[in-house]
């Protein structure tokens, strides 16, 4: 199998470009750190080991991460186009066939699925930070934070409007383009979510209780972990990282072919986990010094925080900045969930990049109406609801449950494979400019351990 480096290829100015290396990483970082960072990661670390189930994420990471996420961006700078037509020049290139380029078409798929529903999620964390603002939560009890929350998803018309909002601001910063779209958001965005995670974690340690949260995250409990937890450190280091979603085919097109792409994953891959772990010491001591459950899911977020708040010293104030460093972690990803759609559609119509984005933005909009209605509305409408492995699961529950589970893993291991048994070794080697040795753990692991890593991932979601 042979390569041609054709001059549609190159960095010849036809195709904008990051200015920086930074730009990218930021960017790519922005997308990997999501809400599921604020809540699952840590909570799931101090449940599965802390610092024992850590090492094991940091070396799942390196196994199936970090290869795919460089496989997805070498992907998108070959190709230089949207993901689809990306996977297709890049199988062309290698005597491959086109049909590959399914992998691209699922994860876009994907993408575009998870942004309606996520839209609406990152909707919630909006409307928290008026809620936080106003003393909403000052003197708060259980159940009336309980029933704030109940009151949202109750509500079509109230979940419309926040809906509406963050899809908004999502299509606002795609339509602007690379520069002054992506990589301005990304460059004031994410300095901004660091900052105000520093913030929180720095209140944290006022509480009398960080040292607790410190320990709950990092003290080394082999005996915690089981079979179950490293699954789970598999599971998440796949997902962490927006894999399977081709966000990195996008931003990848976008990378200059200077920037070493093996360095700037495991970049990304480092800034992701790190933000994460320190969302974990920003939550948890606030959570023990309240005698409160971290438990997992939503309503740790939109339930348990907004009680230990409302009970808070300065609670108003710190409990509004930490629904805005959420809604910033949400706009990301949003951001990214959005881009590989937006350059599909611009590339393959006479459209203009604003057109674009507003044309996949508001079919995406539309399509998180569906999601709004099934927490009210449609809450009894169960259509799979005939197979026992699907009772009980609303049009939400579905959306997620496909995406997260079958879509994602199964583009993921389409896209390893490809790359490790179809794409020409020595177009890899060239590409990745990676010294022998690196490149050969590299190449070994995309060939073998990875596709073994993500079937893995794949049946113990179907199964659990």
Same mark, same amino acid.
């Given at each position: 199998?042979?390569?041609?480096?054709?001059?549609?290829?190159?960095?010849?100015?036809?195709?904008?470009?990051?200015?920086?290396?930074?730009?990218?990483?930021?960017?790519?970082?922005?997308?990997?750190?999501?809400?599921?960072?604020?809540?699952?990661?840590?909570?799931?670390?101090?449940?599965?080991?802390?610092?024992?189930?850590?090492?094991?994420?940091?070396?799942?990471?390196?196994?199936?991460?970090?290869?795919?996420?460089?496989?997805?961006?070498?992907?998108?700078?070959?190709?230089?186009?949207?993901?689809?037509?990306?996977?297709?020049?890049?199988?062309?290139?290698?005597?491959?066939?086109?049909?590959?380029?399914?992998?691209?078409? @699922?994860? +876009?798929? !994907?993408?575009?699925?998870? $942004? &309606?529903?996520?839209?609406? #999620? %990152?909707?919630? /964390?909006? *409307?928290?930070?008026?809620?936080?603002?106003?003393?909403?939560?000052?003197?708060?009890?259980?159940?009336?934070?309980?029933?704030?929350?109940?009151?949202?998803?109750?509500?079509?018309?109230?979940?419309?409007?926040?809906?509406?909002?963050?899809?908004?601001?999502?299509?606002?910063?795609?339509?602007?383009?690379?520069?002054?779209?992506?990589?301005?958001?990304?460059?004031?965005?994410?300095?901004?979510?660091?900052?105000?995670?520093?913030?929180?974690?720095?209140?944290?340690?006022?509480?009398?209780?960080?040292?607790?949260?410190?320990?709950?995250?990092?003290?080394?409990?082999?005996?915690?972990?089981?079979?179950?937890?490293?699954?789970?450190?598999?599971?998440?280091?796949?997902?962490?990282?927006?894999?399977?979603? @081709?966000? +990195?085919? !996008?931003?990848?097109?976008? $990378? &200059?072919?200077?920037?070493? #792409? %093996?360095?700037? /994953?495991? *970049?990304?891959?480092?800034?992701?986990?790190?933000?994460?772990?320190?969302?974990?010491?920003?939550?948890?001591?606030?959570?023990?010094?309240?005698?409160?459950?971290?438990?997992?899911?939503?309503?740790?977020?939109?339930?348990?925080?907004?009680?230990?708040?409302?009970?808070?010293?300065?609670?108003?104030?710190?409990?509004?900045?930490?629904?805005?460093?959420?809604?910033?972690?949400?706009?990301?990803?949003?951001?990214?969930?959005?881009?590989?759609?937006?350059?599909?559609?611009?590339?393959?119509?006479?459209?203009?990049?604003?057109?674009?984005?507003?044309?996949?933005?508001?079919?995406?909009?539309?399509?998180?109406?569906?999601?709004?209605?099934?927490?009210?509305?449609?809450?009894?409408?169960?259509?799979?609801?005939?197979?026992?492995?699907?009772?009980?699961?609303?049009?939400?529950?579905?959306?997620?449950?496909?995406?997260?589970?079958?879509?994602?893993?199964?583009?993921?291991?389409?896209?390893?494979?490809?790359?490790?048994?179809?794409?020409?070794?020595?177009?890899?080697?060239?590409?990745?400019?990676?010294?022998?040795?690196?490149?050969?753990?590299?190449?070994?692991?995309?060939?073998?351990?990875?596709?073994v890593a993500v079937v893995i991932v794949f049946v113990y979601n179907l199964i659990g």
């Open positions: 199998m042979t390569q041609s480096n054709s001059p549609s290829a190159s960095d010849s100015g036809v195709r904008g470009l990051w200015s920086s290396r930074l730009a990218f990483i930021l960017a790519a970082t922005g997308s990997a750190v999501g809400l599921g960072n604020v809540w699952k990661f840590p909570y799931v670390t101090g449940e599965n080991g802390g610092g024992a189930f850590v090492l094991v994420y940091l070396l799942c990471i390196a196994i199936i991460g970090v290869p795919i996420m460089m496989a997805e961006v070498f992907i998108g700078r070959n190709g230089r186009h949207n993901p689809i037509s990306s996977f297709r020049l890049v199988a062309e290139r290698n005597l491959a066939s086109p049909a590959w380029r399914i992998s691209a078409i @699922v994860g +876009m798929l !994907a993408a575009f699925i998870i $942004l &309606s529903f996520y839209s609406v #999620i %990152g909707g919630w /964390a909006a *409307s928290y930070i008026g809620h936080a603002a106003m003393g909403d939560f000052a003197g708060a009890t259980g159940d009336s934070v309980g029933a704030l929350f109940s009151g949202l998803l109750a509500s079509p018309e109230k979940l419309l409007a926040w809906h509406t909002l963050f899809m908004v601001l999502v299509v606002l910063v795609v339509s602007q383009g690379l520069k002054g779209g992506l990589e301005r958001a990304v460059t004031i965005l994410m300095p901004a979510l660091f900052i105000l995670l520093l913030v929180v974690v720095g209140y944290a340690t006022t509480t009398g209780h960080f040292g607790e949260a410190v320990s709950f995250l990092f003290t080394p409990n082999f005996s915690a972990l089981t079979m179950k937890g490293v699954l789970v450190a598999l599971g998440h280091a796949f997902f962490t990282l927006s894999l399977g979603m @081709v966000i +990195m085919m !996008a931003y990848g097109s976008y $990378l &200059s072919r200077d920037v070493h #792409i %093996g360095r700037t /994953a495991v *970049s990304v891959a480092l800034m992701d986990t790190v933000v994460a772990l320190m969302a974990g010491l920003a939550i948890f001591p606030i959570v023990f010094a309240n005698g409160l459950e971290a438990s997992e899911g939503p309503g740790l977020i939109f339930v348990t925080l907004p009680l230990a708040f409302g009970h808070m010293p300065m609670g108003d104030l710190f409990g509004t900045l930490f629904f805005v460093l959420l809604l910033f972690a949400a706009w990301t990803s949003g951001i990214s969930l959005l881009e590989p759609v937006v350059e599909w559609v611009e590339e393959r119509t006479s459209m203009s990049r604003t057109g674009s984005a507003i044309f996949a933005g508001g079919f995406c909009w539309a399509l998180g109406i569906v999601s709004i209605l099934s927490l009210n509305l449609w809450s009894d409408v169960t259509p799979l609801g005939m197979f026992s492995a699907f009772e009980g699961k609303t049009i939400f529950d579905l959306l997620d449950y496909f995406t997260a589970n079958i879509m994602l893993p199964l583009s993921g291991l389409l896209t390893a494979l490809f790359v490790g048994w179809f794409v020409a070794k020595e177009s890899l080697k060239a590409d990745l400019a990676m010294d022998g040795r690196a490149f050969t753990l590299w190449f070994n692991l995309i060939r073998y351990v990875t596709p």
